[in-house]
């Protein structure tokens, strides 16, 4: 993650976010077997790089991005908890717009996200189809990274077929 943290020009545009007390909560939360924080900031900032390189709205990209999945577990009923992947994109989008003034690009990028989970939050933008390719990369690969973790501590080592189960399962459980 070093390679995010020490990108001065990305972490000027989401300083603000990064500094905010109910936004640094969601480093404690577990999203995919990682951390929500390391996983938001992976989504924020390939969309943002890959913005970039497109001449696209790099700003909207990596700030929606990194609010993308804002929700901590205290903010979902306990029936919410049990669907979360169907309802936290408009979770996340209330808690974005109660701390952050955000355009409405970035509230589309931040609500259809999941698309197309959410069949009926359609992303408007080409920035918003972006953000929620890259999450959709960005949770197999974490999915895959807290896999090997688990692999290596049970079984002193990685079987790529078990490997590859594991996060095709959880993949399609999880969002
Ligand atoms: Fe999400
Ligand atoms: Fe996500």
Redesign the pocket.
Known sequence: MDYIYNDYEYFNLIDDIMKNEKFKKIEKCMHHGLSRMD??LR?SYFSYKIAKKLKLDFVSCARAGLL??FFIQEDLTEFEQKISMFVHHTVALDNSCKYFDISNKEKNIIVS?MFPVTLFKIPKYFESYLVSMV?KIV?VYDFGLSASFIMKKRYNTVNTSIFMFMIFCCYFNNL
Request: proline share 0%; glycine share 0%; charged share 25%.
């Open positions: 996983h938001s989504v993308h999945d996200h999450d949770a």
